[in-house]
């Protein structure tokens, strides 16, 4: 197992280095804002009552910085309060910490992006099997234009048709916040089962929308393994075809990772629409709200913590790869 | 199903008793473009007991065809047209399918491939596929199995414990093709048989390899197909030679007799191949021109003769049919050899 | 594993050897019956964003007398929650959307080819450098960043809207063709040209690109599709201002008047998102075409 400690580290590090560089991004576009809203906010503060030692705390408890400090001094100001976890204060929630906020709402996206994750993976795999099998028959034809045409469906359409085909054409689902309001949030199983009930159409929205590509490149890389010779030698032992089927699909699948590092992030981003249109007070849905309430400080962390946990959910899929295929180990 | 088992083996299945093998008028074609291409046409031979018979031809003669229909393993596109292969006390395995063709398969008959050093899953150790592969056949105790990988991979002077806690990437080409060998002699076979099992080695280990599966093969009595291309390998190995060009069995004799007296003469023209060790190695030369493709083989007449230095008007039209030799042991099929002794 | 080469095995053969680009295209595309259909939604659609808007004039008409109209002949998708024609809406809106996201794609491809090539032609530290950009690119949600851009940029044009969405989208194309030149390397098309004496330049215009362009011209149209979703994504949120009605805009205001729970409403909303997936099934279609003459060893089949 050699090898695998000295990768993890090195990928562990590159996250650490990215999450940097989006923080100095976000950093420098507070900064490219039109109308300067730190130094507004001050004003605002100011003019409002507020006295100037007054607001100058609140501002820098809202951003991190101070804005006639110099760039140098509020960057590293800025970035300190990240390394410290501290993403600030929101606006809109007043006197709230962005890191709070957060904390709050990364559940609901973790939890439903992980959960589509795994379904479409799972079901795309074993559609993708099928084609790659049944390469000749009926079937496979049909379950590959049914693949291809899922895949052409961008997450936007496919969460609000399925919200409006069923939810109010035909309304087995219940639509528009992530549990009953009538219950009170807590470990009872009739709470935990409207949780499970609400989120089918959410992670529904997930999975679809990255089924179609899992079917068709696990349809391709299970005929190039098809195609290798220690199948063939696998067959001409004689080996049981549960042996030989656990042959095939380990290597099918290696490919793919490459494949999930690009999903992860499309399913984080599509956390927007799919927060938005079923209400999920997720990490899509803080940055929405705060981009459309001109609260930087919940926007900034917002999106940093979004492309953290893009990262992070990389790293653990490169380790799973690395866990599966020997050639890299060593 | 296991005493029908048993009562098979104790069969002959009609084949006299120094035969094993038993290949009757096998017909295997290609489909290619919506036409069948013939890739072996009308083989008959038999593959004696506890011997090694060599089959050799160029590539495109059919030989690594000949040895996937051994197995009744011609796939898709290529089929068995016609044709039968039984063994002794196995049956005929022309016509067994699925289940009881794949208990047969590795284990009654295995196989050492062309490209034996892919022939590993490259995600599992080398010790866990021989597991798969004792557990595939059932074997009372799969645990036997390493051990006995590990004798065949001392005897072959690798580090039998290295080996199996190996991945097929951290062995290099020459110890992959050696660990192929392991695979196919693991399960004490009736049958091996062996498609170029040493093209991926150098010279010497070639011969050291080949060294040992010829002192396993004496061990054990074990019957042996040799597939190959180099007339040196068949002459060092082999017991017998069937010489099959464009997909028809054109000679067969004894490995002495043959390398004696040739008499077909594109057999003539092998050995001259054969580079030897003393004299100059610009005196072996090779056979001029290319073999046929699948679908450039005549269909009448005698398949050689585009190539052939002696081409009578005979050839071209009527197909030449086989000869017997000295004691009916020698046989070929050749137009101007039957006339220059008749 | 050799991806790379393995993935695309027409890319490579010499321009030299075949019949032209055209001729194979036109071939392609009259082979199935599908294929026309999608290149007919194309054009449809392309005609539509072209002279369409100018049938109508700069600002529809509102009619509050007919809020939530059914379909009739002079509304034939019925009318929005202001009275203004549907159809008329989803025409006027389609140039804004189409144009911008073909400008999308051109950028894309554009940023994508120029990083994929220069990579994969110098290889070293270059290569080390785009690469690594790349990797950040394809790592960072495209879709949150958009919206964080949205507080800084301006949308308003077809082109800025493009050009933003060609920055943050050309990853995933630089990937593939750095890989594409890198199996033309393998080939040894590269080292020959050299070794024939011709300049960098020369060797990526006349040698490199021609080989992978049909690669580019099937991603050029997948990017069409990418920024059709982001656009309309973009206008539905509601983070950037609108001026005029598009299809995202409209998704956003039947959105926000509550579509989801109004039946009346039903065609209001699935106007839009019935021409996006139609231009993504032209897409689709077509692609199927390209993909045949990329691909040599279909073509015989």
Known sequence: MKGLLPRLIKRILGGIVMILVVASFTFFLIHLIPGNPVEAKLMQLETAGVTPLRAQIEVQAMYGFLPHQPLDIQYIHYIWQILHLNLGQSITYAGVSVTHLLLEAMPWTVITVTSGIIVSFVVGILTGVIIAVYRDRGISNALTLFSTFLHGIPQLILALLLAFLFTTIWPIFPFGSPYDAVLTPGFTLPFIGSLIWHAVLPVAAYAISSYGGWALTMKSSVISVLGDDFILASELRGLKPRIRIGYIARNAILP?????????????????????????????????????????PLMAGSFLIITVAVIVANIIADFVYTAIDPRIRT | MSAKLTDRSQQDFGLSPEVACQVRDLNVTYRVDGRELSALREVSLDIRQGQITAVIGESGSGKSTLALALMNAVSSPGRIASGRVTYRGLGEVTGMRGEELRRIRGKAISMVFQASQNSMNPLTRIGAQLLDLARSHDLPNPRAVLREAGDLASRMSLDADRVLTSYQ???????????????????????????????????????????????????????????????????????????????????????????????????????????????????????????????SVPNQGCVF?????????????????????????????????????? | MSTASAAFPGAASPPHHRPSLLTISWRAITRKPSRVIGITIILFFTLMAIFGPTLYPKQLPINPAELYAPPSWAHPLGTDFEGTSVLAEIITGSRYVLSAAALAAVFT??????????????????????????????????????????????????????????????????RAVRSQTLSLRERGFIEAARGLGLSNAHIITREILPNISPYIAMNLLLSVTGGIYAEVGLFFLGVIPFQASNWGVMLNLAFGNGALYTPQALLYMLSPMACILLVTFGIVLTLDAFDEILNPRLREG
């Not at chain 2, 008499?263 to 290319?290: N, V």
């Not at chain 3, 919206?147 to 194309?173: D, E, K, N, R």
């Open chain 1, 256 to 296: 793919l990772f490459t494949t999930l590092t690009l999903s992860i992030g499309f399913m984080f981003g599509g956390s927007v629409f799919i927060e938005e249109i079923f209400d999920y007070r997720g990490l899509g849905y803080m940055l929405i709200t705060a981009v459309g309430n001109l609260d930087y």
């Open chain 2, 169 to 295: 990437h951290q062995l290099s080409g020459g110890m992959r093709q050696r660990v192929g060998i392991i695979f196919g002699l693991v399960l004490k076979p009736e049958i091996l048989l062996m498609d170029e099992p040493t093209t991926a080695l150098d010279v010497l280990s070639q011969s050291s390899v080949l060294e040992i599966v010829r002192s396993i093969q004496r061990e054990r009595q074990l019957t042996t197909v040799l597939i190959t291309h180099d007339m040196g390998v068949v002459a060092e190995l082999a017991d017998r030679v069937v010489v099959l060009y464009a997909g028809r069995v054109v000679e067969e004799a004894s490995t002495a007799e043959l390398l004696r007296h040739p008499r077909h003469p594109y057999t003539r023209s092998l050995i001259q191949a054969i580079p030897r060790l003393t004299g100059d190695p610009g005196d072996a030369k090779a056979l001029e021109g290319q073999p046929p493709s699948l679908a």
């Open chain 2, 305 to 342: 003769r585009e190539r052939c230095p002696y081409r009578m008007d005979v050839c071209e039209t009527i197909l030449p049919s086989f000869r017997f030799d000295g004691d009916g042991e020698h046989r070929f099929a050749c137009h101007y050899e039957e006339a220059r002794h008749d």
């Open chain 3, 109 to 174: 491809i554009g940023f994508g080819t120029l990083a994929g090539v220069v990579s994969g032609y110098f290889l070293g530290s270059t290569d080390q450098i785009i690469m690594r950009v790349t990797d950040f690119i394809l790592t960072i949600p495209g879709f949150p960043l958009l919206i964080v851009l949205s507080t800084v940029w301006s949308f308003g044009s077809p082109i800025a809207m493009g050009l933003v969405l060609g920055l943050t989208g050309w990853g995933g194309l630089a």
